[in-house]
């Protein structure tokens, strides 16, 4: 039996001592003693059998590290003389990372029981167990005893294996001990005898419960030094409550992964205050990194003006991530619930709708993890979720404590900030317990908190978190503290650098400083590497499924689905009709937007659509074009952060409120034409349209023309499609024609063409441009073969087929739908608009290089003709006939 017995000086008895036992036979037995002067000493008695651990499984149980069901039934820890006051103890196991039992010995013969964690107690005696991927599973002891008479620190690694117990084995506290055993003795031996039985009929029912499948697959295991360190770092903060803390301590790694406190296919509820068009950009980002790391069904509670839940209901729709749910709350209806607190803050009144989600979110819903849109995730956020289990008594708000001076008084001279408790809390991240909330009458509580306070602080200065701060202060039992890696605040002059000291310990970023990405921060740069990847990540590769877990039947994804098995794969056209039906993300108004209707109801909005390499055409025909325009944008999420950037530098744009942006994102082969065209008609705000190309720069006063023209053509009374003639140069630098006089010399003299005159003659060859030369009213021209103008139109007209992609007849349908409608196509004498030249786009390429492409074109444009056929009957025939004839 191996023993060591230390005969040192006291203050020496803080080393730690290792005894390595390399195969254990049945039953063996550990004393390890430590006396001092005053005959003080400890004896620690085990036990514990010789089966093998096999070690593909590994999972945590409540009380220790199991390979297998392992469990604890008996530890006697005896200390001081029969003359001391036996001091009290505390046994703490730890899963690696993740304190999961504290048992409290406060007797002179103990068994480990259930107990909570408690900081108060002057000793402690803690058991950090440790798993070891290998044949043999490893386990490490450090047990601490602290009292007036002893203090001493060792620690113990033994190989323990898959099933053991400790046994309890009282050793003699003196040699006149040893020697004779009073009655009593036998007593509190049967005493024990009898409790240790108890806890081993326990630890039999938690055996059997730790023995069933684990509900998640383990993850791989990490260095223990690592650990450590992270141990330190975060133990010295006290940014949390005791168990926060020591939480806190532990990091991210993890060299046993602990049972999973939230179910698999358990749904996790977050609610986001989200109002305007930048806001509306910035959560995309937020959502982003959630989606990424989550395993859990999501179900969004966005509290919305008009603008942001039209932006992100329609981003939702086009996303179509599978487990997602989101639902939408007027925040207009929320305003005068709050519109009486005077705010300072930046974020407006949108800033103190957190307080009244208790009213706003459903009644049965029980808690939510509240977030602000400048929020990134940097882990899973059920670990977030499973917070709530921690929570204690009347705790119901989980909160990170303010990592800046803010709330101390002290940022500079007669800075007088709400009350708080210590440093205050920060609301960019919230865990709200609702149902308790509402039984505490929470919203009771905030009012008559923010009335009293506002008496002398006249106003807020951080919106809902000053509110927050002072219910706190006054009632501090209803926070759960949170540690700081749950909100690492990245303003400036923060203590968030203490919060982490690994890239594995970052849960959750907030960029709180109105300064966002420009905040003064040692790993700025760190942190500004993560926000961009999220920024400009696919948002299409996080539409992954979550196997096992059943979903709500989304009847317009069945409805795709269906669709798509019905097309046959072997046909050589397949990815032109698939491209038809597939479904593209959007983002509406992706930057500011402001529109005030005229009240003659003529106005008149430009439509085009874009790519990447067309971006350069935006500040010219903002130049020539000063009514709205709606825009299409064909980007991948990095090339929209490119846009973003290009706009905000320019000036003529950032001038212009009234142009809206839409993102259509990147997917798959085609440049999707019409579907962006149709993108774009969808957000006009005014009665009619004018349909163009982003290639084309209209004349200079055409927006007023064609609305004068609308009143002298009567427009709102009749189908009309005001015909524009267009034009091209073929210089890069054009003197651009201020008048019809002067478009005509520079036709004469060459320097500009009717437009495709030398490729695609038919186009526009019904315009009549000999006629146009002298006309001075406008004139009526037919249908032909092929006639693609640019017309202007009401806000009603027929969409674009989406079946046309890339280069070739998306025009062309557009108007054969237009005259079989019976529209009249009335050319405009005094109007004109130019092509500006530009490479060849990579879908005119494909077309003139690859035969399958004009065989698909082909299909499909008689496919059209016998759709047109069956819709418009008769009347159809026309358009059979001079395709045949052309």
């Not at 001081?80 to 703490?92: C, F, L, R």
């Not at 970052?506 to 993560?530: A, D, G, T």
């Not at 961009?532 to 877990?549: A, K, Q, S």
Request: aromatic fraction near 10%.
């Amino acid at each position: 039996m191996p023993a060591v017995i230390i005969h040192e000086e006291a203050e020496k008895m803080s080393e730690s001592l290792l005894i390595h036992h390399q195969k254990m036979t049945i039953n063996p037995t550990f004393d390890l003693s430590l006396r001092t002067e005053k005959e003080n000493h400890i004896s620690v008695s085990a036990a514990a059998s010789s089966s093998v651990c096999p070690p593909p499984v590994r999972r945590c149980s409540a009380a220790l590290c199991n390979p297998e069901p392992l469990l604890f039934t008996g530890l006697t820890l005896l200390c001081g003389d029969a003359g001391t006051k036996q001091p009290e103890i505390k046994v703490s196991t730890r899963c690696v990372g993740n304190i999961t039992d504290q048992l409290l010995l406060s007797d002179r013969f103990n068994i480990p029981v259930k107990s909570q964690l408690d900081g108060r107690s002057s000793s402690s005696l803690r058991l950090l167990q440790q798993c070891h991927e290998s044949a043999w599973t490893t386990a490490a002891a450090h047990i601490e005893v602290t009292s007036p008479l002893l203090s001493a620190r060792f620690a113990l690694t033994w190989l323990y294996l898959s099933v053991g117990s400790f046994q309890v084995k009282p050793l003699p506290l003196s040699p006149l001990e040893a020697q004779s055993a009073p009655v009593g003795g036998a007593g509190e031996r049967q005493a024990l005898e009898l409790r240790v039985r108890a806890v081993e009929e326990e630890n039999r029912a938690l055996r059997r419960e730790l023995s069933r499948p684990p509900r998640s697959p383990s993850a791989r295991l990490q260095s223990t030094g690592h650990r450590g360190n992270q141990s330190r770092t975060h133990s010295e903060e006290g940014t949390g409550d005791n168990e926060g803390q020591k939480a806190a301590a532990v990091g991210n790694s993890s060299d046993c992964v602990q049972q999973p406190a939230v179910d698999k296919c358990e749904t996790i509820h977050v609610a986001i205050v989200c109002a305007g068009y930048n806001a509306s950009r910035d959560v995309v980002t937020l959502v982003k990194s959630v989606l990424f790391h989550r395993r859990n069904p999501l179900h969004f509670h966005f509290i919305t003006d008009s603008i942001a839940q039209q932006i992100l209901s329609s981003l939702f729709h086009t996303w179509m991530v599978p487990a997602v749910r989101v639902d939408f709350y007027d925040a207009d209806e929320l305003k005068s619930e709050v519109s009486w607190i005077p705010n300072k803050h930046y974020s407006g009144i949108y800033g103190l709708m957190k307080l009244v989600l208790t009213k706003t979110l459903p009644s049965d819903l029980q808690k939510v993890i509240v977030l602000d849109t400048d929020i990134t995730f940097a882990t899973d956020i059920a670990e977030l979720w499973a917070v709530f289990h921690k929570f204690k008594g009347q705790q119901v708000l989980g909160l990170v404590e303010n990592q800046s001076d803010w709330y101390l008084g002290n940022l500079w001279k007669n800075h007088r900030p709400w009350p708080a408790l210590g440093r205050g809390f920060n609301t960019g991240v919230i865990l709200l317990l609702l149902d308790r909330l509402r039984k505490l009458r929470w919203e009771q509580m905030w009012r008559l908190t923010a009335e009293r306070e506002l008496m002398s602080m006249l106003s807020t200065s951080l919106a809902d978190q000053d509110i927050f701060n002072a219910v706190i202060k006054q009632n501090p039992f209803l926070v759960h503290q949170l540690p700081c890696f749950w909100n690492v605040q990245l303003s400036d002059h923060t203590r968030s650098e203490k919060c982490y000291k690994d890239v594995s310990d970052l849960k959750v970023i907030h960029w709180n400083s109105p300064k966002k990405l420009r905040v003064k921060n040692k790993h700025v740069e760190f942190f500004r590497n993560l926000y961009l990847t999220f920024l400009e990540y696919d948002g299409n590769l996080l539409r992954r499924e979550l196997f096992g877990c059943p979903s709500e039947a989304d009847h317009n994804s069945e409805n795709l689905q269906k669709t798509l098995s019905e097309l046959d794969e072997d046909d050589p056209c397949y990815e032109f009709r698939r491209e038809r039906f597939t479904v593209h993300r959007t983002h509406l108004y992706f930057l500011h937007y402001e529109y005030e209707p005229s009240a003659d109801n003529t106005d008149v909005t430009l439509v085009a659509q874009l790519s990447m390499d067309r971006l350069q055409m935006l500040e010219a025909i903002c130049k020539h074009w000063e009514g709205p325009i709606s825009l299409a944008l064909y980007l991948s999420d990095a090339e929209a952060q490119q846009f973003l950037r290009y706009a905000q530098g320019s000036e003529v744009l950032m001038s212009r409120g009234n142009v809206g942006y839409h993102i259509v994102y990147k997917e798959g082969q085609f440049y999707p034409v019409n579907l962006l065209r149709n993108v774009a008609m969808r957000q006009v705000n005014t009665p009619y349209m004018f349909l163009s190309d982003i290639d084309f720069l209209p004349m200079y006063g055409l927006y007023e023309y064609l609305r004068k023209s609308v009143v002298q053509l009567d427009m709102a009374n009749t189908k009309k499609a005001l015909v524009v003639p267009a034009f091209e140069t073929l210089r890069y630098r054009l003197s651009y024609p201020k008048s019809k006089a002067e478009l005509l010399s520079q036709l004469d003299m060459g320097t500009l063409f009717t437009f495709r005159y030398h490729v695609w003659t038919k186009g526009h060859a019904p315009t009549n441009f000999a006629k146009w030369r002298t006309a001075t009213t406008p004139y009526r021209v037919q249908w032909e073969a092929d006639f693609e103008p640019y017309v202007m139109v009401r806000r009603d007209s027929p969409e674009y087929d989406r079946r046309f992609v890339g280069f070739g007849w998306n025009k062309v349908a557009h108007i054969m739908e237009l005259d079989a409608q019976e529209y009249e196509f009335v050319v405009l004498p005094n109007a004109y608009m130019i092509h500006m030249p530009h490479a060849p786009s990579f879908d005119i390429t494909k077309f003139r290089s690859n035969k399958q492409y004009r065989v698909c074109l082909k299909t499909l444009k008689e496919e059209f003709q016998q759709n047109m056929s069956r819709r418009y009957g008769f009347a159809a025939l026309k358009y059979m006939t001079a395709e045949n004839n052309s």
